[in-house]
């Protein structure tokens, strides 16, 4: 089963700042299959990024996801007061999904 | 608009059974691959068990955790995805989302439904 470590566990910013989350794998993992998802306090989570860097309809494109291999990326290029929420990344292989264990996104 | 409506979350005791449900709208159910996901209250996400669309060979695949105990099916007839839960744990206590499964990512989610096993 491939882990994947998301980093950091918190991140606390403020609007208008870039916000940089890291989602690294056991091993490597294709590009198609890393996705990222937001999830906002009692809600959903929301589907933001598939295949590493391909944006999910209606999302923003100060959202971006990039990285390959082990080490998967998202950007958020200027922090919206509604992008403050726990982001978490996801990998499809041999038939099981398996989640990171979440960034916090904070307001510093 | 998809739309994804879990029921059947209750309070049970360790050892018990639940089935939960999920009717599905929107889009064409029986070309769908449909997921699980639970999140154990204040934790992350966990996937649970995945179920492919009938023309796709209808097979399923879970997660370690819940092997040998969860059953995912589905009634393309009544638009419906199931989750059969025996031999309850109380780390089984979680929200469980039904979720559709395009490519190798979760699309749409339902609100969920809790499931809390506690003698």
């Known amino acids: 089963e491939i882990v994947l470590t998301q980093s950091p566990g918190t991140l606390s910013l403020s609007p208008g700042e870039r916000a940089t989350l890291s989602c690294r794998a056991s091993?490597?993992?294709?590009?198609?299959?890393l996705a990222w998802y937001q999830q906002k306090p009692g809600q959903s989570p929301r589907l933001l990024i598939y295949g590493a860097s391909s944006r999910a309809t209606g999302i923003p494109d100060r959202f971006s996801g990039s990285g390959s291999g082990t080490d998967f990326t998202l950007t958020i290029s200027r922090l919206e007061p509604e992008d403050f929420a726990v982001y978490y990344c996801q990998q499809y292989g041999s038939s099981l999904l398996t989640f990171g264990g979440g960034t916090e996104v904070e307001i510093k | 608009e998809v739309q994804l409506v879990e029921s059947g979350g209750n309070l049970v005791k360790p050892g018990g059974s639940l089935r939960l449900s999920c009717a599905a709208s929107g889009f064409t159910f029986s070309n769908a691959w449909m997921s699980w996901v639970r999140q154990a209250p204040g934790k992350g996400l966990e996937w649970v068990g995945r179920?492919?669309?009938?023309?796709?060979?209808?097979?399923?695949d879970y997660a370690a955790p819940v092997k040998g105990r969860f059953t995912v099916s589905r009634d393309d007839s009544k638009n419906t995805l199931y989750l059969q839960m025996n031999g309850l744990k109380t780390e089984d206590t979680a929200v469980y989302f039904c979720?559709?499964?395009?490519?190798?990512?979760?699309?749409?989610w339902g609100q969920g439904t809790l499931v809390t096993v506690s003698s």
């Open positions: 179920i492919k669309s009938k023309t796709d060979g209808g097979t399923t």
């Open positions: 091993q490597s993992v294709g590009s198609s299959y």
């Open positions: 979720t559709t499964m395009v490519g190798y990512h979760l699309k749409y």
